[in-house]
Nanobody
Framework: QVQLVESGGGLVQAGGSLRLSCAAS????????MGWFRQVPGKEREFVAA????????YYADSVKGRFTISRDNAKNTVYLQMNSLKPEDTAVYYC??????????????????WGQGTQVTVSS
């Protein structure tokens, strides 16, 4: 059984930084493409960033490009999301996701098999 556990969320002022972590267990982490998504109440879950199995393929949503960095440590079964220059519009619940069905860095929620419980990120103005 796959488990994804996010951590690192919290309250930060605009312009600040946070680093989210997602620890995976239950299946071979290095074979999974990993993604970060976010959701605010009343809206659909949206893509933030994704990273392929080796880390060579990475995609970002336009809204976070240049501010967020996704990375992974296959030895620690962990994927990270470094978030800099945070804006109030980044406020959301952030979810980690994993898929073993695709090679690369999928950007659609339907392409992912397993999800974490989410971690709240709140950016105050």
């Amino acid at each position: 059984q796959v488990q994804l556990v996010e951590s690192g969320g919290g309250l930060v002022q605009a312009g600040g930084s946070l680093r989210l972590s997602c620890a995976a267990s239950g299946r071979t982490f290095s074979s999974a493409a990993m993604g970060w998504f976010r959701q605010v109440p009343g809206k659909e879950r949206e893509f933030v960033a994704a990273i392929g199995q080796s880390g060579a393929r990475i995609y970002y949503a336009d809204s976070v490009k240049g501010r967020f960095t996704i990375s992974r440590d296959n030895a620690k079964n962990t994927v990270y999301l470094q978030m800099n220059s945070l804006k109030p519009e980044d406020t959301a619940v952030y979810y980690c996701a994993a898929t073993w069905r695709y090679y690369g860095a999928p950007r659609n929620t339907r392409d992912y098999d397993s999800w974490g419980q989410g971690t709240q990120v709140t950016v105050s103005s």
